[in-house]
């Protein structure tokens, strides 16, 4: 008779470790501070929180709570998003969130204040841990490794359809947060920056601040 093979367990003390990603449940209706709209913004979220029949038609949005949409772009700069990961397969939107892993991307615009958002996602970054990836996407037309006035750690992208001018509903000022699982978490529709990044971030991630003395306990934090 052929030999029975068995699958061993091996054990706890051979197990390689695990490392579980705490990351929120999806919502379209974040409370604040994560949430930062227009004026004209909570019509737009209830329209679009409303059942809709399996067969309607797909409205691409960059409203909190919704996918990243899709817009076609060429790599011009790699960054720190795919210094490692690469640029080869890089052709949407889409595939940056993909290729962000476990970190957030903080998507820019072309003319807006590029250098200010590359500050406050650094410090955002020190203070919380977070990985937060900046992403400009530019609208003019540049060479490989055009940096667009960009940090060399910030990833470029060109817009080669004019998609994202039509797409991304917030001023070039402004800025979309996304999360690892290619959901806008958070957005800001222009105005002073301070520390409104670090505010979401800690928002989104649910990481209680250091300096508002609650010990942990979410509903005395002073930052949410």
Not at 113 to 135: I, N, Y
Request: hydrophobic residues 45%.
């Amino acid at each position: 008779m052929p030999t029975q093979q068995r699958s061993v367990v091996p054990p706890d003390s051979q197990r390689a470790p695990l490392t579980l990603v705490r990351l929120p449940q999806v919502s379209i209706l974040l409370s604040p501070p994560a949430v930062v709209h227009g004026p004209g913004d909570a019509a737009a979220v209830a329209d679009y929180s409303k059942p809709r029949a399996r067969d309607a038609p797909y409205t691409p949005t960059t409203l909190v709570g919704a996918r990243l949409p899709h817009v076609a772009v060429a790599v011009r700069q790699p960054g720190r998003l795919l210094a490692q990961a690469g640029s080869q397969r890089v052709a949407s939107t889409v595939d940056l969130a993909a290729a962000a892993g476990t970190s957030l991307l903080l998507l820019l615009s072309e003319g807006g204040s590029v250098g200010a958002w590359e500050q406050a996602a650094a410090s955002a970054e020190a203070a919380t841990g977070v990985p937060l990836l900046p992403v400009l996407v530019a609208q003019s037309s540049l060479p490989a490794g055009g940096a667009a006035g960009a940090a060399a750690g910030t990833t470029v992208v060109q817009d080669t359809t004019g998609g994202w001018l039509r797409l991304r509903d917030v001023p070039a000022e402004g800025a979309l947060l996304v999360r690892p699982d290619g959901h806008i978490c958070w957005r800001h529709a222009g105005g002073p920056i301070d520390a409104k990044l670090e505010s979401a971030v800690r928002a989104v991630m649910d990481i209680c601040c250091d300096a508002c003395g609650c010990g942990g306990d979410r509903k005395l934090c002073l930052r949410r």
